[in-house]
């Protein structure tokens, strides 16, 4: 069984397109995030939730919007794509809200944007 | 300005060869985890250090944790075409809930 599962794996679309990435954890964890991973492959925070409770929002462009409609499921919708957008998109959870707790990542989604 | 400075960024070396990858920041951080990514795949947890000074090995892995908390290291004793990865290390800070991460080192190892 998959623990954090992201769909989908490949996204191709073009500038000006809205598009959404879904994130499911199994693990009952209580805190879910979204990464990006840019071509360098320097991981940066996004957004974390705690049982569907906006924690922390980095300095992302309101062109994200994230979307927790429970505890077991983070979503992420960006709107008007543009080609910085380009990268890979990874969803993590941990057990609890704080910063010993180990993260669990999924397998990425890999955003083009042409 | 990089929280966590890896180095080296890239390190390729023969089979049966030791490495050691360091990890360091001029910030003082609770505790410090390291990750290894491998192509199309989500980083995995390795270790979590917390005490300053603290060792901990996992096989042939040794991860070091500075006195001051301000610094990591991973040694790989025989390395094996399997310990090929990006291993990332994570630094939490006292009262932020927000883990950094390094730039990553990219290991490949020759068989």
């Known amino acids: 069984d998959t623990a954090v599962s992201q769909t989908p794996k490949y996204l191709v679309t073009q500038m000006g397109n809205d598009k959404s990435i879904k994130c499911e954890q199994n693990l009952g964890h209580d805190t879910m995030y979204w990464y990006k991973q840019d071509s360098k492959k320097f991981l940066k925070i996004m957004f974390s939730?705690?049982?569907?409770?906006?924690?922390i929002n980095e300095t992302v462009p309101n062109r994200f919007s994230p979307k927790s409609p429970d505890k077991a499921h983070l979503n992420l919708h960006i709107n008007s794509l543009e080609l910085g957008d380009s990268a890979v998109y990874f969803c993590?959870?941990?057990?609890?809200?704080?910063?010993?707790?180990?993260?669990?990542f999924g397998n990425g989604t890999r955003l083009t944007v042409t | 300005t990089q929280l966590l400075e890896q180095s080296p960024q890239f390190l390729s070396i023969q089979e049966g060869e030791n490495l050691t990858v360091y990890c360091n920041s001029s910030s003082v951080f609770s505790s410090l985890q390291w990750y290894r990514q491998e192509p199309g795949e989500g980083p995995v947890l390795l270790v979590t250090?917390?005490?300053?000074?603290e060792v901990k090995k996992l096989k042939r892995l040794t991860f070091q944790f500075g006195d001051a908390r301000k610094d990591s290291s991973l040694h790989i004793t025989a390395a094996q075409p399997g310990d090929t990865g990006l291993y990332l290390c994570a630094g939490a800070q006292g009262g932020s809930e927000k883990l950094v991460f390094g730039k990553g080192t990219k290991l490949t190892v020759n068989p």
């Open positions: 250090v917390v005490t300053g000074g």
């Open positions: 939730y705690n049982n569907k409770e906006l924690i």
């Open positions: 993590a959870s941990s057990s609890q809200d704080g910063f010993n707790s180990p993260l669990h």
